[in-house]
């Protein structure tokens, strides 16, 4: 097998700032026609703002295969466009900040009323208590397009889709293999938690069982039938989120007992130590 390529080259020859403008002016030209991205060499240069020929020239050949070169004049790679929406996402940006603002609900941990604050290049949601604050996995660039009235409803859907894609064993950072277990701790008072590694990129993933089972088609099932999308409900205010909440049907095999109610109606979810959910029960 091949060695794996450097995926830092990509970004290192999209660091100039010449050349960020070129991308973003060709990403622009596929927004506004997918179907004929293409821009003539003088369209291009004029898109990028860079007068001179020469300094131009040097760029654009610097880009290598982030930009496709053909008879109709030049597009955007698929890689090019990677390179565009990650630097657009705000990740790489350490010093941007946003918030504090309000969310519905309580702490996880407490009764006190909670904030959510991006600071460090990390989501927070906090009550105030340092150690009840729960990281959240959510790009600068949502918390900035995004109406703020609608912010708890966005991250609640990105957080869902983070549990749904590690139960399925895909890591939501680069799309690689998740394996991994039940385990007792976490964040916070102790409590069990699904923690799974990225074999690809090394990311550890620890998740509240409750989180994890979000995107479970039972548990998405349920709540539709009363009503309920479950995915855009801050998952801090579901009782089934609250890390602690579970209960332990038999500890050798390890089995965790997950429920949630609606309505006067209860479903109940069994997991086993690997995370798999055994059984499902719906009563009342």
Not at 128 to 151: F, K, N, R
Not at 230 to 239: C, E, I
């Amino acid at each position: 097998m091949s060695g794996r390529p450097d995926p830092t080259e990509a970004f290192e020859r999209a660091t100039n700032s010449t050349r960020l403008s070129v991308l973003r002016a060709l990403a622009s030209a596929h927004g506004d026609d997918p179907a004929d991205p293409w821009l003539e060499y003088s369209e291009l240069r004029e898109a990028a703002g860079v007068r001179d020929n020469g300094n131009f020239n040097y760029h654009l050949d610097r880009l290598d295969d982030l930009v496709v070169d053909g008879p109709e004049g030049y597009r955007i790679s698929r890689v090019g466009m990677e390179v565009v929406s990650a630097v657009a996402s705000g990740d790489f940006d350490p010093g941007w900040t946003w918030g504090p603002v309000d969310v519905p609900g309580t702490c996880l941990f407490c009764d006190d009323a909670v904030r959510l604050r991006y600071e460090d290049g990390v989501l927070r949601l906090e009550c105030g208590t340092d150690e009840h604050a729960v990281g959240l996995s959510v790009p600068p660039g949502l918390l900035e397009s995004h109406p703020e009235a609608a912010i708890a409803e966005r991250v609640t859907f990105l957080e869902s889709r983070w549990g749904e894609l590690t139960r399925r064993g895909i890591c939501s950072e680069c799309g690689g293999r998740v394996e991994g277990r039940i385990e007792y701790g976490g964040v916070g008072p102790d409590h069990y938690h699904y923690r799974g590694e990225c074999d690809r990129c090394g990311f550890v993933h620890g998740i509240p069982v409750g989180l994890f089972l979000v995107g479970h088609p039972a548990v998405i099932g349920f709540h539709h039938d009363h009503g309920v999308d479950v995915r855009t409900v801050p998952f801090w205010t579901l009782d089934f989120c609250v890390p602690g909440s579970e209960t332990v049907a038999s500890e050798d095999p390890l089995r965790l007992r997950v429920e949630t109610e609606r309505a006067g109606e209860t479903l109940s979810l069994t997991l086993d130590r690997s995370g798999e959910v055994v059984s499902t029960e719906r009563s009342g």
